[in-house]
């Protein structure tokens, strides 16, 4: 049995796998869903401003034109419920 050396100058390098888009899709598209149906704000303010930042990021492993359906329709959702709450 070998052991590892503790103290190895460099570790092997790991491929990134690639995005998996599929899952991507589903989760966005269940996060829009659920602001779509929602007549106020659907998650507390800090999620809320994690979904805005976060929403884009995800989207943009995306095709482009895909995203920005996405992004602008997320956006939209949020905006409307931002105006609903005050």
Do not use: C, Y
């Not at 790991?14 to 659920?34: M, Q, Y």
Request: proline fraction near 9%; charged fraction near 30%.
């Amino acid at each position: 049995m070998s052991q590892l050396n503790l103290f190895q100058g460099e570790r092997p390098s790991s491929e990134r796998r690639p995005p998996d888009l599929d899952f991507i899709r589903k989760h966005l598209g269940k996060a829009l869903r659920t602001a779509q149906a929602a007549e106020r704000m659907p998650w507390p303010p800090s999620v809320a401003q994690g979904w805005r930042d976060r929403f884009p990021k995800l989207a943009a492993d995306l095709p482009a034109e895909e995203a920005a359906v996405l992004i602008e329709a997320f956006r939209r959702e949020l905006d409307r419920l931002g105006s609903v709450a005050a």
